[in-house]
């Protein structure tokens, strides 16, 4: 653990930064219309294509990792949206700002499932357990979204050109680090793809297996539905604290999302240090999501917003941790962790496209309607799960055999084949 702690930081430094790029930019947009002539239109481009390209280059990326190397692919990846930002700096005209945008989502696309796969990597050289990784990783994107405003904020005298000059430089030297960070290719990596695939003569043990691209599109879904939620209430929780009738509407907001905020990077490191089953997770966050989102539709008052929403942080904060987790562990059954950390992103990112438009047209009807409809689908989301946890007991993480982080673990894999095999099969062929 000692000699990976330098990777590890390296890693996080990365996380950080590609999740401070979804915030770092909001204090600037009213600098765009004087710098680019940015109208309206142009301004909700800027975000929507960077979000469509990061969502849509995902698969290409995770195809690239399971092709070539991680640490390469991350380099170059960070790369392109190096430049992407360099561009977003200089630009001066509204075609070059799209296109910048567009230059950036594609390098944070493609680096996202590198960052995965390095992090797979790096708890199998090292013996971490996923959870505890994915707990440090989740807290890192909570990081990055507060840190994005932050630093906008204070070098709003530097201005935009300069504050994003110095962030390519960042990003540059950060490409850099991910090679030191993320092991490089491993050569039982073609072996373990052989292994995990059972032969036609080989007896089934219980339920048929999954294929890891089902796993994928339904963990991919959980996280977009996460996603969808909170990217809804972004824009609906600023105008419902403003109806409720406060002296300083703009404090009422700041505070009530920099404290769920902080309760979502608190329960990812603490859930990190302990290994819960993913049914557990999953029901638990979806239960605190409901919970939440019913809650809110009570009162629009700071004080019972505020409570609700960290109730509700905390539920999306096991809900991130829960999806995250089962997609690095489907590495147990699967050589393609590349294209399933490629399709999980895609599936995934949609939840930011499709929560501001759907919480948007609910809160036209009236203002309690989002809290109400989206509370009332968690509920269902639930007992869905609760459904499928009883007919299927193959879910990712919920046996111990299924996550294999270590060395030692890999190892030991081989020589317990046999022992996955029924008595009374193996009796057979012995003759």
Same mark, same amino acid.
């Given at each position: 653990?000692?000699?990976?702690?330098?990777?590890?930081?390296?890693?996080?430094?990365?996380?950080?930064?590609?999740?401070?790029?979804?915030?770092?930019?909001?204090?600037?947009?009213?600098?765009?219309?004087?710098?680019?002539?940015?109208?309206?239109?142009?301004?909700?481009?800027?975000?929507?294509?960077?979000?469509?390209?990061?969502?849509?280059?995902?698969?290409?990326?995770?195809?690239?990792?399971?092709?070539?190397?991680?640490?390469?692919?991350?380099?170059?990846?960070?790369?392109?949206?190096?430049?992407?930002?360099?561009?977003?700096?200089?630009?001066?005209?509204?075609?070059?700002?799209?296109?910048?945008?567009?230059?950036?989502?594609?390098?944070?696309?493609?680096?996202?499932?590198?960052?995965?796969?390095?992090?797979?990597?790096?708890?199998?050289?090292?013996?971490?357990?996923?959870?505890?990784?994915?707990?440090?990783?989740?807290?890192?994107?909570?990081?990055?979204?507060?840190?994005?405003?932050?630093?906008?904020?204070?070098?709003?005298?530097?201005?935009?050109?300069?504050?994003? +000059? #110095?962030? %390519? *430089?960042?990003?540059?030297?950060? @490409? !850099? $680090?991910?090679?030191?960070?993320?092991?490089?290719?491993?050569? /039982?990596?073609?072996?373990?793809?052989?292994?995990?695939?059972?032969?036609?003569?080989?007896?089934?043990?219980?339920?048929?297996?999954?294929?890891?691209?089902?796993?994928?599109?339904?963990?991919?879904?959980?996280?977009?539905?996460?996603?969808?939620?909170?990217?809804?209430?972004?824009?609906?929780?600023?105008?419902?604290?403003?109806?409720?009738?406060?002296?300083?509407?703009?404090?009422?907001?700041?505070?009530?999302?920099?404290?769920?905020?902080?309760?979502?990077?608190?329960?990812?490191?603490?859930?990190?240090?302990?290994?819960?089953?993913?049914?557990?997770?999953?029901?638990?966050?979806?239960?605190?999501?409901?919970?939440?989102? +019913? #809650?809110? %539709? *009570?009162?629009?008052?700071?004080? @019972? !917003? $505020?409570?609700?929403?960290?109730?509700?942080?905390?539920?999306? /904060?096991?809900?991130?941790?829960?999806?995250?987790?089962?997609?690095?562990?489907?590495?147990?059954?699967?050589?393609?962790?590349?294209?399933?950390?490629?399709?999980?992103?895609?599936?995934?990112?949609?939840?930011?496209?499709?929560?501001?438009?759907?919480?948007?047209?609910?809160?036209?009807?009236?203002?309690?309607?989002?809290?109400?409809?989206?509370?009332?689908?968690?509920?269902?989301?639930?007992?869905?799960?609760?459904?499928?946890?009883?007919?299927?007991?193959?879910?990712?993480?919920?046996?111990?055999?299924?996550?294999?982080?270590?060395?030692?673990?890999?190892?030991?894999?081989?020589?317990?084949?046999?022992?996955?095999?029924?008595? #009374?099969? %193996?009796?057979?062929?012995?003759?």
């Amino acid at each position: 653990m000692g000699a990976g702690r330098g990777r590890i930081a390296l890693l996080l430094a990365a996380v950080i930064s590609v999740n401070a790029s979804y915030t770092v930019m909001i204090p600037f947009v009213p600098d765009l219309e004087h710098r680019a002539g940015a109208g309206p239109v142009v301004v909700a481009l800027t975000f929507a294509l960077f979000a469509g390209a990061k969502a849509l280059t995902q698969p290409l990326g995770g195809w690239w990792v399971d092709k070539w190397r991680a640490d390469r692919v991350a380099m170059l990846s960070m790369l392109i949206a190096a430049v992407g930002i360099a561009l977003t700096a200089l630009a001066r005209d509204s075609f070059t700002l799209l296109s910048a945008r567009v230059c950036w989502g594609i390098g944070e696309g493609l680096v996202s499932p590198a960052l995965y796969a390095g992090m797979t990597a790096l708890c199998r050289q090292h013996g971490i357990p996923t959870s505890r990784m994915m707990g440090n990783f989740g807290s890192a994107a909570v990081a990055g979204f507060l840190l994005g405003p932050l630093i906008a904020g204070v070098a709003v005298p530097v201005g935009l050109t300069g504050l994003f +000059l #110095a962030g %390519a *430089a960042i990003t540059a030297a950060t @490409a !850099v $680090g991910l090679v030191l960070a993320i092991p490089g290719q491993e050569p /039982a990596e073609p072996r373990e793809e052989e292994d995990s695939a059972p032969g036609p003569d080989t007896p089934a043990a219980g339920p048929a297996p999954v294929r890891w691209w089902v796993w994928a599109l339904l963990l991919g879904g959980l996280d977009m539905f996460t996603f969808l939620v909170y990217s809804a209430l972004e824009p609906l929780l600023p105008v419902y604290l403003s109806s409720g009738g406060h002296t300083s509407a703009r404090t009422a907001i700041s505070a009530v999302f920099v404290a769920g905020l902080a309760v979502s990077g608190l329960t990812m490191w603490l859930l990190g240090r302990h290994t819960l089953p993913l049914r557990t997770l999953a029901a638990t966050g979806l239960a605190l999501t409901a919970v939440g989102l +019913l #809650a809110m %539709a *009570a009162s629009a008052q700071v004080m @019972a !917003v $505020g409570g609700s929403f960290m109730v509700y942080m905390f539920g999306y /904060a096991t809900l991130f941790l829960t999806a995250r987790r089962g997609i690095v562990e489907l590495k147990a059954a699967t050589a393609n962790d590349g294209k399933a950390f490629g399709l999980f992103g895609l599936v995934s990112d949609l939840g930011n496209v499709l929560g501001p438009v759907i919480g948007v047209a609910l809160y036209a009807v009236t203002d309690r309607l989002p809290f109400l409809v989206l509370g009332g689908v968690s509920g269902l989301v639930l007992l869905a799960v609760a459904l499928v946890g009883r007919r299927r007991s193959t879910v990712p993480g919920t046996t111990p055999a299924a996550p294999v982080r270590t060395a030692q673990a890999a190892g030991a894999r081989d020589a317990g084949d046999t022992a996955a095999v029924p008595a #009374a099969a %193996a009796v057979d062929r012995d003759g």
